[in-house]
């Protein structure tokens, strides 16, 4: 008798017990929900999924028209990830320019090179935490890069770049020439002589695998590929799609390209511009070498 009493109570609680983590889950969501400010409105959610599935093959689509819907900003999920999206000149202003203190986020792709410790203290654009180093590294950027002074002295390289892709180009005629591929490494080339002084992609040889062309193109293959784990961070560490060593393979691979014209830089006179190339004008190579920047620094400020 006792032991079926004992059976029956089991029955009866084993139900609730069962209930409780659900209930103790709508209760913090409850509490969390009036703690934080409203968010902006949006598609419904799907539960664990979040909008996912919604944005389909062709997101910029889907934006545009939640954007005809929701306003000119929005919010989604994407798997746990909350994302709030600007779809107009005033909202993008105001969240880039206005309040860019307030609402700057650093959400670092799992992807990212800079993801890992050893790396992340040398990263700009992808650092976790805008610290004392981060700002250094700002003020030499904007200072060599994206001065008006520095942009005036870029304007050349640029005009000679386009003259050599309207000439090869032309050298061309009757033959099949992929624009947008040329376009693409004539840009290349226009940073890479901003930077390094040099080409690093050949017009004529631009498809060829295993030099600079292939990394970029691997690179841009990679970033454009949707990661789960930056969906679901807490997947992060297993990187059960592989992207983050696919990523630090190309990030080995574009090192080892970068370290002989570090290397050569270094042994010509630790940026300075001495002998035969004492006519070429001073780039961000030679600023780098000049504030002390350790290789691993260099190649993932020219590569990021």
């Not at 600007?86 to 090179?113: C, E, N, Y």
Request: hydrophobic share 40%; with cysteine; proline share 6%.
């Amino acid at each position: 008798m006792a032991q079926t009493s004992l059976t029956q109570a089991i029955d009866l609680f084993s139900p609730i017990l069962l209930l409780l983590p659900l209930l103790l889950l709508i209760v913090l969501k409850h509490f969390r929900h009036n703690s934080s400010p409203p968010l902006p409105p949006g598609p419904y959610p799907w539960p664990i999924l979040g909008n996912i599935l919604q944005l389909g093959d062709r997101p910029h689509i889907t934006l545009t028209h939640f954007a005809k819907i929701h306003g000119p900003i929005f919010s989604l999920r994407l798997g746990t990830q909350l994302v709030v999206v600007g779809s107009s000149q005033a909202a993008a202003i105001a969240i880039l320019k206005t309040h860019d203190r307030i609402l700057s986020g650093r959400h670092v792709p799992h992807m990212a090179p800079s993801k890992s410790s050893e790396l992340n203290k040398l990263s700009l654009g992808w650092v976790v935490e805008c610290n004392e180093r981060w700002r250094y590294l700002r003020t030499i950027c904007k200072s060599e890069l994206f001065s008006l002074k520095a942009l005036e002295s870029q304007a050349c390289i640029r005009e000679r770049k386009a003259k050599e892709m309207i000439g090869f180009i032309n050298k061309m005629e009757g033959k099949v020439v992929k624009i947008r591929e040329v376009a693409t490494a004539t840009v290349f080339n226009m940073l890479s002589n901003i930077l390094v002084s040099r080409d690093l992609v050949s017009l004529e040889h631009e498809s060829e695998d295993g030099g600079m062309s292939s990394v970029l193109k691997d690179i841009a293959r990679l970033a454009s590929t949707p990661n789960i784990s930056d969906f679901y961070p807490i997947l992060g560490p297993l990187d059960l799609q592989g992207l983050r060593k696919k990523t630090m393979e190309l990030h080995r691979r574009s090192f080892n390209m970068c370290e002989a014209i570090i290397q050569e830089r270094r042994e010509g006179g630790e940026g300075k511009r001495d002998g035969p190339d004492a006519s070429r004008r001073r780039d961000f190579l030679d600023a780098l070498i000049l504030n002390g920047s350790s290789d691993d620094q260099i190649d993932i400020l020219l590569m990021v």
